[in-house]
């Protein structure tokens, strides 16, 4: 198996668990985890061993969204490797929705954009206490992205998927 920067992958019992391993900064996602996913999701969907994956983070929080961080080292990247970027991140989304082994999203603290889809695309949804959800992206001037707008609207139904992109509320587990 292959090693990976910023998630911890355990194999045991059938089960997957896929840890986002970058706590400081509350998990978040960019092209690092994608390109680690892609690997990930490849080996996962061959490995006949594995029957269920779990998708949790270290620490306080389970995705915080997008690696704004990262958005310095695109500038200059062109239209051509932009589109590419988000071409693979949608395509990551849709292969979490269509993975064809149980995906569950174990929640154990913050959950928001990216994050929040992310947990959207599972089959199962387990939040303890301290978990946050919020489609956050009108408090950055951002539409959801990473399927938001499509998740979204399935898991809670349009009127409340509405309320929540334009608001950007943050719901507690409760």
């Given at each position: ?108 603290g913050v ?28 408090r950055r ?28 509320d943050i719901?507690?587990?409760?």
């Open positions: 198996m292959a090693t990976f920067e910023r998630i911890i992958v355990e194999k045991a019992d059938g089960i997957c668990t896929i840890t986002f391993n970058f706590p400081e900064r509350l998990n978040p996602w960019g092209t690092r985890p994608l390109g680690d996913f892609e690997v990930l999701f490849d080996d996962l969907a061959q490995d006949d061993a594995i029957r269920a994956v779990i998708i949790t983070g270290k620490g306080r929080g389970f995705c915080s969204g997008a690696d704004l961080s990262d958005i310095p080292d695109q500038i200059g990247w062109g239209v051509a490797k932009s589109k590419e970027t988000i071409r693979r991140h949608d395509r990551m989304v849709w292969r979490l929705v269509e993975f064809e082994k149980p995906l569950i999203a174990a929640l154990n959950a928001v954009g990216a994050g929040l889809n992310m947990a959207l695309a599972c089959d199962f949804i387990i939040a303890s206490e301290q978990a946050r959800v919020s489609s956050i992206f009108v001037g951002l539409l959801p992205d990473f399927g938001g707008m499509w998740l979204l609207q399935r898991a809670v139904g349009l009127a409340r998927a509405k309320e929540l992109v334009y608001t950007g719901i507690d587990a409760r």
